[in-house]
Antibody
Framework: EVQVVESGGGLVQPGGSLRLSCAAS????????MTWVRQAPGKALEWVSG????????YLADSVKGRFTISRDNSKNTLYLQMKSLTAEDTAIYYC??????????????WGPGTLVTVSS | QSALTQPASVSGSPGQSITISCTGT?????????VSWYQQHPDKAPKLLIY???NRPPGVSNRFSGSKSGNTASLTISGLQDEDEADYYC??????????FGGGTRLTV
């Protein structure tokens, strides 16, 4: 079964940092793009970042550029999202999703259950 | 990148058909083959329904169909069922190599 599961969420103070992880299983991780999508409480989905299958290219939403970094370790079948300079506006459920082959960061299937990040003092 | 425009809510009766629109620009929906639709039930992760404008992944009912005309994509659900009650989101790849979502549509059956 193709599966992705996020971890690393929690409560962090404004200005703080956090690293999210996403463990993938059931597919050849190194062949597929991966993506992070977030959803603030009661709000719409927001695309955050994507990364090519080989990790050679990364893509970020303007709202997180300069603060968030996406990376992957294909030897560990794991995707990461390093977040810094966090603000209350970053409070959301963060979903990891498997993309399409190679560079296809534009399709998300399946999604993980999500991990909640709360930025508050 | 501005969010794609979707109606906030739509409703229909069991057995009826409904269509949800998703309007963007020539820099996203109008210029992209990579338009997708997702279904999200309350407190659940989204699920892919349609990709590349009109393709259904394995296991998705053929009651769900997608199309596009100009800068507007559409999701049609035929033979509405109670379990279709959920939030629906469109997304599109953009000319700046990012992805943009719609604001979401709440379907009431």
């Amino acid at each position: 079964e193709v599966q992705v599961v996020e971890s690393g969420g929690g409560l962090v103070q404004p200005g703080g940092s956090l690293r999210l992880s996403c463990a993938a299983s059931g597919f050849n991780f190194s062949d597929y793009a991966m993506t992070w999508v977030r959803q603030a409480p009661g709000k719409a989905l927001e695309w955050v970042s994507g990364i090519r299958a080989n990790g050679g290219s990364t893509y970020l939403a303007d709202s997180v550029k300069g603060r968030f970094t996406i990376s992957r370790d294909n030897s560990k079948n794991t995707l990461y999202l390093q977040m810094k300079s966090l603000t209350a506006e970053d409070t959301a459920i963060y979903y990891c999703a498997k993309g399409g082959p190679d560079i296809a960061i534009w399709v998300f299937d399946p999604w993980g259950p999500g991990t909640l990040v709360t930025v508050s003092s | 990148q501005s969010a794609l425009t979707q109606p906030a809510s739509v409703s229909g009766s069991p057995g009826q058909s409904i269509t949800i629109s998703c309007t963007g620009t020539s820099s996203d929906v109008g210029g992209s083959h990579f338009v997708s639709w997702y279904q999200q039930h309350p407190d659940k992760a989204p699920k892919l329904l349609i990709y590349d404008i009109f393709n259904r992944p394995p296991g998705v009912s053929n009651r769900f169909s997608g199309s596009k005309s100009g800068n507007t994509a559409s999701l049609t659900i035929s033979g509405l069922q109670d379990e279709d009650e959920a939030d629906y989101y469109c997304s599109s790849y953009t000319s700046t190599l990012t992805v943009v979502f719609g604001g979401g549509t709440r379907l009431t059956v």
